[in-house]
């Protein structure tokens, strides 16, 4: 909380040769202190410490009484004008007051300065160019929700939950995403909070509840009628590359910026298995697995084509939205049903972690490694997905429950005692 307390001092010590000394205005804010000259000088004989002010009425007492109080005066209305924001600092103050005030960034202006350095991060390699058009799509929203740039120290709780319910509202966007938005935003603010620009970062002001959302995955009989669709013909050459490699990911867990830019060399030979080794794209994590048949039978099909075209990718992959487009009819083709699951390339990942591996037994922590998981919690809720067992448990025990019933002997009707 805000706190200021201001105070007259007169610096005795520092006495001149005409035998007065300066005064200076005191000015505490939340614990911390500065002092700010007023260009005021009053023998100390005519000073009141108490009441803070030169003693008498001589025109050099009423001077200087003036000039304090003017000081006095600047110092609680640029205050009152910027306490709300919670950005203010004492040496905000002093710097309003001795005419040296810092720049006052915008929070648009400080987003595009983020941007810049970003897409600097994007050109070495440092950056995902993913995140970097994420943080642009959040700018871009956050610019349309106020309309015209504002002071970053304006930016507070309330400002983060309006944006919130903006974009849930007149954006349509999903409950998560808003919040991942948000936080985005907060990355800024984090460096306005570090720069000294604002007091303190208002994101501990937002507080939204994240809504549980289930990771969709295929069943085991899905994916087997997804492999075993016939895409040879040429017309469908490139439905067969976007299965490909779909498939691929079904079975080794890599999202598709990964496999976009897979190569040869991450995968290696290893007491007589073939073992793909890799970065993920996204966080940098090193992460593994052993490649079962169906991925090293993708592997041997595109052979030729990485011989042709000299490259060390280990097959060929269409952007992402081409490749999602291309799975909503292979989907189809699958007869795969869209209101149980809407197909896009993520689901291979879904897949891999709960049909293929731990649905088959493998232990929690080894499929959190083989996906790249920066903590176990991140693969747990795949576990989730783990509902057959329980639902077939389930039928057996009502099956069971209903031979009981129909094997117990019927009650007499109107006998027994009463109770």
Not at 189 to 200: G, R, V
Request: glycine share 6%; proline share 3%.
């Amino acid at each position: 909380m805000n706190t200021l307390h201001t105070q007259n001092y007169l610096q005795s010590f520092r006495q001149k040769k005409d035998g007065t000394a300066p005064v200076v205005i005191r000015v505490s804010l939340n614990a911390k202190r500065v002092e700010i000259p007023t260009g005021v000088s009053v023998d100390p004989k005519k000073w009141d410490d108490t009441k803070q002010r030169a003693k008498g009425t001589s025109i050099e007492s009423a001077t200087a009484n003036s000039i304090l109080e003017s000081y006095r005066a600047k110092i609680t209305n640029f205050y009152n004008e910027n306490f709300m924001s919670g950005g203010i600092t004492a040496d905000d103050i002093k710097n309003y007051v001795t005419g040296k005030r810092k720049k006052t960034y915008g929070i648009l202006e400080l987003y595009d300065i983020h941007m810049a350095q970003a897409q600097e991060l994007v050109k070495i390699g440092e950056l995902v160019r993913a995140t970097y058009v994420k943080h642009r799509t959040v700018r871009n929203h956050f610019a349309d929700f106020i309309g015209k740039d504002m002071p970053v120290s304006k930016v507070d709780g309330n400002v983060l939950n309006d944006f919130h319910h903006y974009l849930r509202t007149k954006k349509g966007i999903s409950n998560n995403t808003t919040m991942k938005y948000v936080y985005s935003l907060g990355q800024v603010l984090n460096i306005a909070d570090e720069k000294n620009y604002i007091l303190k970062t208002p994101m501990r002001q937002y507080k939204p509840k994240k809504e549980k959302k289930r990771p969709r995955s295929l069943t085991r009989d899905e994916l087997h009628r997804i492999e075993e669709l016939d895409l040879s013909h040429e017309k469908r050459k490139s439905l067969d590359v976007v299965r490909d490699s779909f498939i691929f990911c079904c079975y080794t867990g890599l999202s598709y910026s990964d496999i976009k830019k897979l190569t040869l060399d991450r995968i290696e030979d290893r007491d007589g298995e073939k073992i793909l080794m890799y970065n993920r794209k996204k966080n940098q994590k090193e992460a593994g697995t052993v490649l079962f048949d169906e991925p090293l039978a993708i592997l041997n099909k595109y052979a030729e084509w990485r011989e042709i075209t000299n490259t060390k990718l280990v097959m060929p992959v269409l952007s992402n939205p081409k490749s999602n487009l291309k799975l909503k009819t292979i989907q189809e083709m699958a007869r795969i049903s869209l209101e149980r699951i809407n197909l896009t390339f993520h689901v291979s990942r879904h897949t891999f972690a709960s049909a293929v591996t731990l649905r088959e037994g493998l232990d929690m922590s080894k499929v959190s490694s083989a996906l790249g998981h920066s903590s176990i919690a991140q693969t747990e809720q795949y576990a989730e997905l783990l509902t057959d067992d329980v639902i077939e448990g389930m039928k057996v025990l009502r099956d069971r429950l209903r031979q009981q019933k129909q094997e117990r002997p019927s009650s007499a009707k109107g006998g027994g005692d009463g109770v």
